[in-house]
C-alpha cells in the first residue's frame, strides 16, 4: 500500500475529468433524472403516454445515466481499451440472464393464469 | 565479436509483454475494478430475481401507490417526490466525489477534504432518507414475511369489480421480500462506502497521501461510491418507475 507508483496513473491526465466537464456530467445526469420525473408524473397519469411505452424509456434513460457514470465518473472512457472491454464484455452475459429469466416468466405467468 | 542479437534475446516492449501494467493502472485501481465487477453480478442476480417474480405475476402492488409519502411532510398524495430527493442527494454526493478525485490529481489538500466531507454528508443524509423510507413501508405493514390486511391491499393494487385480483397477497409478498433485500443490500453498500469515504478522509487529514505522494487512494474509494450510486440508479427505475 505504501509504493503507490506515481508515474503508472499520472500521464494521461490531461484529456481527463475537468471541473467544467464534471459540472456538464451532473447537469446530464440531473437533466435526465428530471425528464424521468417528468414522464412518470405528468405524461403517465395525463394519458399522454401509454405505460407500455414509457417503461421502455425509462429503460434506456438508465441505460444512458449508467454510461455517463461508468464512463466520464468512473473515468472508464479515459483508460486503456484493455481495461474497459475486460469490465464490459463480462456485464454482457447478464444480457443473457435477462432474456432468459424473462421469457420463462412468461410461462409462468401463463401457467398461472 | 558480432553485435547482431538473435531474435530470441531481444527484449520485446509490447504491452503484454511484462514488466509494466498492460492495463497501465496500479494494482489495487484494477482489483477495486474487478470487485466491483462482481458486486454487478450480485445486484443483477438480485434485481433479475424481482423482474422474473415481477414478470410471472398476473399483477402487482403499483409503485405510484405504494410509495406516496413525504415523511415528515404529507402522508399521501405525492407519488415519486421522497424518491425524487433521494435520487438527486445521490447524485450529487457522486459529483462532489468526482470533484474530491480532481482536487487530488492537483494535490489540493485542502479542497479534497471539504469535498470528501461533503461527500460524507451526502451519504449519511441518503441513509437517513432510506431509514424514513423503511419506517413508513413498515408502518403501513410491510415487511419481510408481513403485508398489510386485505383491506388495506387494496389501496396498492388495481382492483378487479371492487374485489383484490387473484393472488394479490402472495405478488404483496413478493414484492415486500423483494424491496427490502434489495435497498437493504444497497443500503448497505452506501453505509459501507460512507464508513470508508470516513476513514479516507481521516487519513486526508492526517497528511498520509500528502506524504505517499499521490491521491490515488481517493480514486479507488471514488470507483466504489460511484458503483453505489450506478446501482441506485436501477433500483431507482425498477421499483419506483416501472
Sequence with gaps: MSSEPTEVHHEEHGEGMTKKRIGKIALILSAITAVEFFIALIMVPKGIIPLHVANPIYIVLTLLKAFYIVAFFMHLKFEKTGLALAIIVPILFIIGLILVLTNESHYWVDLRL | ?242
Design chain 2, 1 to 242: 565479436m558480432s553485435t547482431q542479437v538473435s531474435q530470441i534475446d531481444e527484449v520485446k516492449s509490447t504491452p503484454w509483454s511484462g514488466g509494466k501494467s498492460p492495463f497501465n493502472v496500479e494494482y489495487g485501481k484494477m482489483m477495486m475494478w474487478f470487485f466491483l465487477l462482481s458486486d454487478a453480478f450480485t445486484f443483477s442476480s438480485l434485481l433479475i430475481a424481482y423482474g422474473s417474480l415481477r414478470f410471472s405475476s398476473s399483477s402487482w402492488p403499483s409503485a405510484d401507490k405504494v410509495f406516496q409519502s413525504v415523511p415528515g411532510l404529507v402522508d399521501s398524495g405525492q407519488p415519486l417526490v421522497f424518491v425524487g430527493i433521494m435520487t438527486f442527494i445521490l447524485i450529487l454526493s457522486s459529483v462532489t466525489m468526482v470533484l474530491a478525485v480532481e482536487a487530488g490529481h492537483r494535490m489540493a489538500r485542502k479542497e479534497v477534504i471539504t469535498w470528501m466531507i461533503l461527500t460524507v454528508i451526502g451519504g449519511f443524509m441518503f441513509l437517513g432518507c432510506q431509514a424514513l423510507e423503511w419506517s413508513h413501508l413498515h408502518h403501513e405493514g410491510f415487511w419481510w414475511g408481513h403485508i398489510p390486511t386485505a383491506e388495506e391491499l387494496k389501496t396498492v393494487f388495481t382492483l378487479k369489480n371492487g374485489e383484490l385480483p387473484v393472488g394479490a397477497e402472495t405478488y404483496a409478498q413478493q414484492f415486500a421480500n423483494l424491496f427490502f433485500t434489495i435497498t437493504g443490500f444497497h443500503g448497505f453498500h452506501v453505509f459501507s462506502g460512507v464508513i470508508i469515504n470516513i476513514i479516507i478522509t481521516i487519513n486526508v487529514l492526517l497528511g498520509t497521501y500528502e506524504k505517499r505522494g499521490s491521491y490515488l487512494m481517493i480514486e479507488k474509494v471514488g470507483l466504489y461510491w460511484h458503483f453505489v450510486d450506478l446501482v441506485w440508479v436501477f433500483v431507482f427505475t425498477f421499483f419506483y418507475l416501472v
